[in-house]
């Protein structure tokens, strides 16, 4: 009988990054393989990627990449992961194509598009050894997938985002039926997103807009710019239907977004033509035109400051429009959106901001976990993609629905499952993980040095120094330059030049004395090292201040070189 084990390398207790393994034999499945956006203490970093050494290292193993949306959180990290192996990427149409449009903003090279299988609802997979079910969930993203993969010892299934919402029939729709139907197979174990478990009741029908934009595309002479996440495309479709039952004309401000409204899949489902699509000059010339301001956290952020400011190239916000920003604050980022609100705030325009209270992530809140672990009947119940605290009302949820708690545990990044049919159990050791640092530059290039000191230049600063010595004698012969930025704003006259020069003056000084000495000890660089640390000390005991020191000494064969001035200056 196939031994089964899970284990999270990104996702849990964070928010985004998801990234989970299932082994089943011998054969490893990745389910999801997401980004998260950096706090604002890393500097200069993109995106935020697993570390997923462990993958690599097991390589061959891998049958699979099961994507379960198009959110950045969930399938972002892919293209770096195809960089080391390959192997195939099951999705949805809007996911591949969402995929495709991100990895060349990011000018991924050897991006292997073959890799990417699109698969429908309730198709049977074949990944290796083992049977993969394919079924539809609700979420932001539409056709949204779970997967169920049949192994000797039940059914393991695994659903990322989803809420509970009977009354939804589009294409973001849950097919219940099927969902009972894997759970009369026998469900060994339900993974389930538990990111909003805290939240009492269901999600539905909070995270709809429509009730609170409705009136507003009723008025006459009005024209409405709102402003989403670009991963949002359930609220695209809100903002869509309504605008054509209010014969007002679409302009999108963001590339994703508008690739994704002319899909087929998209404009066919909610009836968009060709003739209901205008360009952001001619939403500008409107009486009753809708703006459609999308992007990542950052981009649409920058976006709507621009125009806040008047400093967009395009879009100018007048006494005639109406700006709707209709994403709530996603957690850690609740100062810069009152920020945002603040700037909208000051422009002629007026302003609707719909906040957390009103519009609800379509995350499972306590009630829809419930549901879906009543429906699914699982003997085991693992929380994912949460905080702890999440977690553990997930936990109760599940204990409501049935599930024994001894059948319950949420585990940490890195920390490995071990399902059978008698118990479940937590391995003594855990497998690698980690955060993986991107930017423009490459991936892994930026490690934990190099963001110290990027913190360290943007707090204190930095220091450079520079001199030249005779290189037959090691005696100084040219003026000490210092130079600060970012440290302390001081005149030449101040002694803490004076400071910094004596002790450039005594290194050098007792590098000359033992030169003269032993020329074999002599060691230009230990001189430098030494300056570097009492200059610091130096601005330390002076300032407060710990900057970076950067020291700079040429060394001249000064054989027709007469040095007449030997006061240093600075």
């Not at 993958?55 to 960089?83: C, E, H, Q």
């Not at 309504?242 to 002319?262: D, F, P, S, T």
């Not at 100062?335 to 945002?340: G, V």
């Not at 519009?359 to 905080?387: N, Q």
Request: aromatic share 8%.
């Amino acid at each position: 009988m196939s031994k089964i084990r899970f284990m999270a390398i990104g996702g849990q207790d964070e928010r985004g990054k998801n990234l989970f393994v299932l082994e089943i034999g011998e054969e490893l499945f990745i389910l999801d393989a997401g980004v998260k956006y950096p706090d604002k203490g890393i500097l200069g970093v993109d995106i935020v990627i697993p570390k997923i050494d462990y993958i690599i290292d097991n390589k061959k193993r891998v049958k699979g990449i099961f994507l379960t949306n198009s959110a950045s959180y969930n399938m972002g990290a892919v293209p770096y992961i195809l960089k080391h192996m390959d192997v195939p990427v099951y999705c949805n149409e809007i996911t591949k194509l969402i995929s495709t449009i991100k990895i060349s903003r990011m000018r991924i090279k050897n991006n292997k598009d073959q890799n990417y299988k699109v698969v429908k609802d309730k198709d049977v997979l074949q990944a290796g050894n083992v049977k993969v079910e394919v079924f539809r969930t609700t979420s932001a993203s539409p056709q949204s997938f779970g997967y169920a993969f049949h192994t000797e010892q039940g059914v393991v299934v695994y659903v990322g985002d989803y809420i509970i919402d009977g009354q939804e029939q589009s294409y973001f729709s849950t097919d219940f039926n099927h969902l009972s139907d894997i759970g009369k197979k026998g469900v060994l174990a339900l993974i389930a997103d538990s990111e909003y478990a805290s939240r009492s009741g269901f999600t539905a029908p909070n995270h709809k807009i429509q009730d609170f934009i409705s009136i507003p595309f009723k008025e006459k002479k009005t024209r409405i710019a709102i402003g989403i996440f670009e991963e949002d495309i359930f609220k695209l479709g809100e903002i869509c239907k309504v605008a054509k039952e209010n014969n007002r004309k679409i302009a999108v401000y963001g590339r994703l977004m508008a690739q994704v409204l002319k899909s087929n899949l998209i404009s066919k489902n909610l009836n968009i033509l060709p003739e209901d699509i205008i360009s952001i000059e001619e939403y500008m010339k409107s009486d009753n035109g809708v703006l459609i301001i999308s992007g990542t956290v950052d981009v649409l952020y920058s976006k709507l400051t621009k125009v806040a400011t008047g400093n967009d190239d395009v879009v100018e916000l007048t006494s005639k429009d109406l700006m709707i920003l209709a994403t709530p604050p996603a957690p850690g980022i609740e100062k810069k959106h009152a920020q945002i609100l603040d700037e909208l705030a000051r422009t002629d325009a007026r302003l609707i901001a719909l906040s957390d209270r009103n519009i609800w992530t379509m995350h499972a809140s306590y009630e829809d976990v419930k549901v879906l672990t009543s429906i699914v009947r699982p003997k085991y119940f693992i929380p994912v993609k949460s905080l702890f605290k999440d977690g553990l009302k997930a936990e109760s949820a599940a204990v409501e629905a049935g599930v024994l708690p001894e059948n319950i545990t949420v585990i940490n990044n890195g920390q490995v499952l071990d399902l059978t049919r008698k118990v479940l159990t937590i391995e003594k050791k855990n497998i690698d993980f980690g955060n993986t640092y991107v930017d423009e530059i490459g991936i892994g290039d930026v490690g934990t040095i190099v963001l110290n000191e990027r913190r360290q230049l943007a707090t204190d600063g930095v220091i450079i120094l520079g001199a030249t010595i005779d290189s037959r004698n090691k005696e100084l012969v040219s003026m000490i330059d210092t130079q600060m930025r970012g440290v302390v704003y001081i005149q030449e006259d101040n002694p803490i030049f004076k400071i910094i020069q004596k002790d450039i003056e005594l290194s050098i000084q007792q590098g000359q004395s033992l030169f003269n000495e032993n020329p074999k000890k002599y060691d230009l660089n230990e001189i430098k090292k030494e300056i570097v640390t009492k200059v610091r000390t130096s601005i330390k005991q002076e300032s407060g201040k710990q900057p970076i020191v950067l020291c700079i000494i040429n060394e001249f064969n000064g054989v027709n070189f007469v040095f007449k001035n030997k006061k240093n200056k600075v």
